[in-house]
Structure formats: C-alpha cells, structure tokens
C-alpha cells in the first residue's frame, strides 16, 4: 500500500463526500420519521412542547446514526486517486494485508 500526501483536494473530496451524503440521508429520514411521529402521537393527543421534545431527542438520535453510515461510507469508497483506511499504529504502511 502506497502512501498518499494528504492535499486540500483530497480533503475537499472527502468533505464534499459526508456533506452530501449526510444531507440528503437526513432530510430523507429526517421527514420519514417526523411525518411517522406525527401519525403514532396524533390519537394521544400529546402537547406541542412534547411533541417538540420527543421530536429532538429523535432527531438526535437519527443524526447520530446517519453521520455514522455515512463516515462508514467513506471507507468503502474508491476515489479517483486514493482510498481511506484504517491502519495498525506501527504497522508498514507500503505493504498491504490481504487477510
């Protein structure tokens, strides 16, 4: 494996990758999940700052999840000139486990 200098490109690459990613996936899942909260708490009859809290505290939590999908994402995905990896601390970086 051949290491690759990290440029402004290759950041601006991975930055535009998660923003995109990320903003679509959450408003997608974003409204799904709010038109679905609104239809199960509509026959409880539950307040507006409830429902507001309940809201947020949903929203957090899907936020979470889809910044973890999406970060996932980026080591899944080939670009042009290089790939993201993780790699051991100490191990040789020019040479790639194929296990």
Same mark, same amino acid.
């Given at each position: 494996?051949?290491?690759?200098?990290?440029?402004?490109?290759?950041?601006?690459? /991975?930055?535009?990758?998660?923003?995109?990613?990320?903003? /679509?996936?959450?408003?997608?899942?974003?409204?799904?999940?709010?038109?679905?909260?609104?239809?199960?708490?509509?026959?409880?009859?539950?307040?507006?700052?409830?429902?507001?809290?309940?809201?947020?505290?949903?929203?957090?939590? /899907?936020?979470?999840?889809?910044?973890?999908?999406?970060?996932?994402?980026?080591?899944?995905?080939?670009?042009?000139?290089?790939?993201?990896?993780?790699?051991?601390?100490?191990?040789?970086?020019?040479?790639?486990?194929?296990?």
């Amino acid at each position: 494996m051949e290491q690759v200098e990290v440029s402004w490109i290759r950041i601006a690459k /991975i930055y535009w990758l998660v923003f995109w990613r990320g903003a /679509i996936f959450l408003v997608l899942s974003t409204l799904i999940a709010g038109f679905f909260l609104r239809v199960i708490l509509s026959p409880f009859d539950v307040s507006e700052f409830a429902f507001v809290w309940i809201a947020r505290v949903i929203g957090a939590l /899907i936020g979470v999840t889809v910044a973890m999908v999406v970060f996932r994402m980026i080591f899944d995905k080939m670009f042009t000139d290089f790939e993201v990896v993780l790699v051991r601390p100490g191990s040789k970086t020019n040479q790639l486990d194929t296990e």
